[in-house]
């Protein structure tokens, strides 16, 4: 069964007229670039709220969006609903807001902020920086899974891609077609890892069986060296 309060939200925003939730975290300076992160499809879990934590810690001032409002799970069958059930255009809406709640926020430096995401939230990063255009300086999508975007030609942030050799749930061939994809729309060559391991190999909740400790040390320290290469 899914959890229907999520303890993690702690901030509120304005959301396309509504108002959305999510978790933050700030950088122990109190300041930093802004960075959304985005869930996989268990929800708002400890694991993402965790990722968020240690991106503060890293210097960001982080914000995890919650797109299902509450419910989180680790039953397999259960995140499949909860993902087929949520509104593409809500989730947009709802990250579209948390891009602008970062960047009016006091504590956030520059005029562009970083987005990375995980799984479902991986395809959510590609989808988010492409409608955001200039906001959007950095794209990290892990092992997206569900539909990518077609066309590229809005995308102005730089893009790392993390891609699993042994992805039970993303064929590897989506990493050339993501890389041909960027390519054609705007000219840009992606920066696109694979690693030989499963799907979500960076999570270490483990609820596939795939974490994988050494790969995911990797993958963590090219997307901080990323994330600061491009938001400072």
């Given at each position: 069964m899914a959890e229907t309060a999520?303890?993690?939200q702690n901030v509120t925003f304005p959301s396309n007229g509504g108002i959305a939730h999510g978790y933050l975290g700030l950088p122990p300076s109190g300041r930093g670039a802004g960075l959304v992160v985005i869930q996989e499809w268990w929800g708002l879990t400890s694991h993402i709220a965790s990722l968020v934590d240690r991106f503060a810690a890293e210097g960001f001032v982080a914000l995890a969006p919650d797109l299902y409002g509450g419910p989180t799970t680790h039953d397999a069958a259960e995140a499949d609903r909860l993902m087929q059930e949520l509104p593409v255009d809500r989730a947009a809406r709802d990250l579209a807001g948390g891009v602008d709640y970062?960047?009016?926020?006091?504590?956030?430096?520059?005029?562009?902020?970083g987005v990375v995401g995980f799984c479902m939230g991986g395809a959510f990063v590609l989808s988010l920086a492409v409608q955001q255009g200039g906001k959007v300086a950095a794209a990290v999508p892990f092992y997206?899974?569900?539909?990518l975007p077609e066309d590229y030609s809005g995308l102005q942030a730089a893009v790392l891609a993390?891609?699993?050799?042994q992805d039970a749930f993303v064929p590897l061939a989506t990493?050339?077609?993501l890389a041909a994809r960027v390519t054609a729309g705007n000219g840009q060559t992606p920066t696109i890892h694979r690693y030989p391991a499963g799907h979500a190999f960076l999570n270490d909740e483990n609820l596939l069986g795939t974490y994988d400790a050494e790969q995911a040390a990797t993958a963590w320290d090219r997307t901080i060296a990323f994330l600061h290469e491009h938001l400072g």
């Amino acid at each position: 069964m899914a959890e229907t309060a999520n303890p993690r939200q702690n901030v509120t925003f304005p959301s396309n007229g509504g108002i959305a939730h999510g978790y933050l975290g700030l950088p122990p300076s109190g300041r930093g670039a802004g960075l959304v992160v985005i869930q996989e499809w268990w929800g708002l879990t400890s694991h993402i709220a965790s990722l968020v934590d240690r991106f503060a810690a890293e210097g960001f001032v982080a914000l995890a969006p919650d797109l299902y409002g509450g419910p989180t799970t680790h039953d397999a069958a259960e995140a499949d609903r909860l993902m087929q059930e949520l509104p593409v255009d809500r989730a947009a809406r709802d990250l579209a807001g948390g891009v602008d709640y970062l960047l009016a926020r006091d504590d956030v430096s520059g005029e562009r902020v970083g987005v990375v995401g995980f799984c479902m939230g991986g395809a959510f990063v590609l989808s988010l920086a492409v409608q955001q255009g200039g906001k959007v300086a950095a794209a990290v999508p892990f092992y997206p899974a569900g539909p990518l975007p077609e066309d590229y030609s809005g995308l102005q942030a730089a893009v790392l891609a993390h891609f699993g050799e042994q992805d039970a749930f993303v064929p590897l061939a989506t990493a050339d077609e993501l890389a041909a994809r960027v390519t054609a729309g705007n000219g840009q060559t992606p920066t696109i890892h694979r690693y030989p391991a499963g799907h979500a190999f960076l999570n270490d909740e483990n609820l596939l069986g795939t974490y994988d400790a050494e790969q995911a040390a990797t993958a963590w320290d090219r997307t901080i060296a990323f994330l600061h290469e491009h938001l400072g």
